[in-house]
């Protein structure tokens, strides 16, 4: 699907980033009142993707374990239960979990981090297990 713009050039739409869509279906729900069915999501995203898209979107977050849904009626009503964070903690641990050699992947990621975001690994790990986050 493409348009033209007034050189007549085809212009592709914008495509979305990996997991953009999931991040936005995720903030919609963080702003719902309680569990809010498909249509509700669809609506708040502005009504530009199809119904079908926001259920598949809702449903691969479940499987992902970031939204919580119950039945009302014959549809589900969908509740976030993570958030762009934790989704994004879900992703990498899904990664992690992909290989082999955990030992490895965590060394090279460490060492790939800026000092920066090395010196906030290390205050998150030397926390007390029991501590909670501000």
Not at 33 to 47: F, H, K, T
Request: no cysteine.
């Amino acid at each position: 699907m493409t348009d033209q713009n007034r050189g007549g050039i085809e212009q592709s739409p914008r495509r979305r980033g990996q997991g953009e869509l999931e991040g936005q279906v995720l903030a919609a729900l963080h702003q719902a009142p309680g569990a809010v069915p498909a249509a509700w999501v669809q609506e708040r995203l502005g009504g530009s993707l199809a119904y079908t898209t926001v259920i598949t979107i809702l449903t691969r977050l479940h499987a992902k374990g970031a939204v919580a849904r119950r039945r009302a009626g014959r549809s589900f009503e969908w509740t976030a239960i993570a958030d762009a964070a934790g989704l994004a903690a879900l992703r990498m641990r899904k990664v992690l979990d992909a290989e082999t050699d955990r030992e490895a992947v965590l060394a090279r990621f460490l060492t790939s981090l800026t000092p920066g975001d090395e010196q906030v690994l290390r205050d998150l790990l030397a926390q007390d297990p029991g501590q909670e986050e501000d």
